[in-house]
C-alpha cells in the first residue's frame, strides 16, 4: 500500500547536502503526519535521508530508485 504524498520536493538539481536541507525546510512548514517525497538525482541521498528521518525520529517509509533519480517518502511524526 503507497502512501498519500501531502507535498512533493523536487530536489534533482542540486547535491549533498541539498536534497536533505530542502526536505528540512520543508518538514518545519508541513504538519505532523504529513507525507513528504524528496525527489534527488545525488546517490547519496538515498543513503543520508533515510539515516537521518532515523536519527531525529521521523518515519522513513520508502526509496525507490527511478529513471535516473530517487523519491524518497518520509512521514513528518512529531
Same mark, same amino acid.
Given at each position: 500500500?503507497?502512501?498519500?504524498?501531502?507535498?512533493?520536493?523536487?530536489? *534533482?538539481?542540486?547535491?549533498?547536502?541539498?536534497?536533505?536541507?530542502?526536505?528540512? *525546510?520543508?518538514?518545519? *512548514?508541513?504538519? /505532523?503526519?504529513?507525507? +513528504?517525497e +524528496?525527489?534527488?538525482?545525488?546517490?547519496?541521498?538515498?543513503?543520508?535521508?533515510?539515516?537521518? +528521518?532515523?536519527? /531525529?525520529?521521523?518515519?522513513?517509509? *520508502?526509496?525507490?530508485?527511478?529513471?535516473?533519480?530517487?523519491?524518497?517518502?518520509?512521514?513528518?511524526?512529531?
Open positions: 500500500m503507497d502512501a498519500a504524498i501531502n507535498t512533493s520536493v523536487d530536489a *534533482r538539481d542540486s547535491y549533498c547536502p541539498g536534497p536533505l536541507m530542502e526536505l528540512i *525546510r520543508t518538514m518545519k *512548514r508541513e504538519p /505532523v503526519g504529513s507525507v +513528504i +524528496i525527489l534527488s538525482s545525488d546517490q547519496g541521498s538515498a543513503k543520508d535521508i533515510p539515516e537521518w +528521518i532515523h536519527k /531525529v525520529g521521523h518515519e522513513y517509509l *520508502r526509496t525507490e530508485e527511478k529513471e535516473g533519480f530517487w523519491s524518497i517518502l518520509v512521514k513528518k511524526a512529531k
